[in-house]
């Protein structure tokens, strides 16, 4: 059998993943730069998933996007999104192709690790007043010591209010923070393992030191007993009109006090909080927004929870995002729903999990595989799965659909790299792919690298953020 002779027109025998920086033209790094202020306007006002739905709702009806309760017919064109417990969302722009060629899909979540507050956490101790805490994801709990925090959330009353904090962010405002010990005193500290030396019954936030004058407090024995407590408590109910029992119904949270600021001589990187995943979903939604008559069907899923484990009404596993989706199986056609030919459309639809992974740090070269990792300022990163050790909790990708995405970014001229989260045996993650993946669709994680992932100031590259923006939309228009 004849050998095909190479020439200068066949693929390279090796792999390439260049630094993206090397060769970009003046044209390009503008764009990129641009795309990078933007990024931190948005993230710096979406710290919290509630508030990135709501900012991007707010950014999507701009655009045209409707509520798709609004919508008896859903035609060529048409913009619609579905708020998920005003945790998530899912927002979608309708195809020329009917709907049983499958949807193009961008999945990404909107919560980061941080501190959540407990159901009852006021309490005083010695002249000083707390809130108790329960951290939210994987954390190094030492590393929220000593930085400025701010408290964002909600809390209702009985009366049915819902009141809004975001107390710590404007340079007016105070700010919050959690003691350490000083290095002249903690021998007993320095001998202990990272994961003890804060324990998480002490991860407690503290929110005032002035009492309640004794003019206020002679009535009330409460206030005699606890006057650093009663005073924030006065405090909230005059500024919030909230009680110390309404705290149950809170959902707070409990954020770095800190913008996103860029890093380097050269400020070609960005640090920040909740780029994990921020940074993937916001050139998801970009990327939506950029159509107007896609080919097929296009949907970006913002989704809560997955931090721990996608659960709960807003998370990834939530039937939710599953009826959105059937709703524009049913009126996308004649009114009517069939199961089995809704399973067939998702069974065809594609979809990127916008996951961020992890950059390789010659700080920390021990636990990575550096033939297999990705590259801080090399652009997109394909994982073909996650997992931990033995690929425990994977979706693997096929190989038939690797080769698809990878045609698609290489014809685009996106660049792209792969490789896995670390060394076999060190650890591992997941991400929400799995959970699309069991209704029988195409998926494959593919995200921005972060140095410090889960601190509660990550590191990413401007470069990295642009290129996976136009990664993510050459595969809504192109798949």
Not at 169 to 181: A, G, H, M, V
Not at 356 to 383: C, I, Q, W
Request: glycine residues 8%; hydrophobic residues 35%; proline residues 4%.
């Amino acid at each position: 059998m004849a050998t095909k002779k190479s020439s200068k027109k066949d693929e390279k025998l090796f792999a390439e993943f260049p630094n993206l920086y090397k060769d970009i033209s003046k044209s390009e790094n503008e764009a990129c730069m641009a795309f990078a202020e933007e990024y931190k306007a948005f993230l710096d006002s979406s710290k919290t998933e509630r508030e990135f739905t709501e900012n991007a709702i707010d950014a999507a009806k701009s655009l045209g996007f409707v509520d798709i309760e609004t919508k008896e017919k859903l035609k060529v064109g048409d913009k619609v999104y579905s708020s998920i417990k005003d945790k998530g969302l899912v927002m979608a722009v309708i195809g020329k192709k009917p709907v049983s060629y499958g949807l193009n899909i961008l999945g990404a979540h909107i919560d980061s690790p941080r501190l959540d507050l407990k159901p009852n956490p006021i309490y005083e101790d010695n002249e000083a007043v707390y809130f108790k805490t329960h951290y939210y994801g994987g954390i190094k709990k030492y590393q929220w010591t000593t930085i400025p925090l701010a408290i964002h959330g909600v809390v209702y009353t009985k009366d049915g209010s819902k009141h809004t904090f975001k107390i710590g962010e404007n340079e007016s405002d105070p700010i919050f923070y959690i003691t350490d010990l000083l290095p002249h005193l903690d021998d007993g500290q320095r001998n202990m393992k990272s994961s003890e030396f804060i324990p998480a019954e002490d991860l407690n936030l503290v929110i005032g030191s002035m009492p309640m004058s004794s003019k206020s407090v002679k009535d009330d024995a409460n206030a005699s007993k606890e006057p650093y407590k009663a005073w924030v408590l006065k405090y909230l109910y005059d500024n919030f009109g909230i009680v110390e029992k309404d705290f149950v119904t809170g959902e707070i949270e409990i954020v770095p006090a800190m913008k996103a600021r860029d890093v380097g001589f050269d400020r070609a990187l960005i640090a920040g909080y909740g780029h994990d995943d921020k940074v993937c979903a916001y050139p998801a939604i970009m990327a939506l927004f950029a159509q107007e008559r896609p080919d097929k069907p296009c949907v970006t899923m913002l989704t809560d929870e997955e931090e721990i484990g996608s659960s709960a009404n807003s998370g990834a596993q939530s039937v939710l995002y599953e009826h959105f989706l059937m709703e524009i199986c049913a009126k996308t056609g004649d009114g009517s729903f069939d199961m089995l030919k809704y399973r067939k459309v998702i069974a065809a639809s594609k979809m990127l999990s916008t996951d961020v992974t992890t950059g390789y740090d010659p700080k920390y070269a021990s636990v990575f595989e550096k033939r297999n990792t990705a590259f801080m300022s090399h652009g997109l990163k394909l994982e073909k799965y996650t997992g931990a050790r033995g690929k425990s909790g994977t979706n693997e990708a096929t190989g038939d659909f690797v080769a698809e995405i990878t045609r698609i970014l290489d014809s685009n001229k996106i660049a792209w790299q792969t490789g896995e989260l670390g060394k076999v045996d060190v650890g591992g993650g997941g991400t929400i792919s799995a959970y699309m993946a069991k209704y029988g669709m195409s998926v494959i994680d593919a995200g921005v690298p972060v140095w410090s992932m889960h601190a509660p100031y990550e590191v990413i590259s401007k470069i990295d953020l642009y290129y996976t923006y136009l990664a993510y939309k050459a595969f809504i228009e192109n798949i």
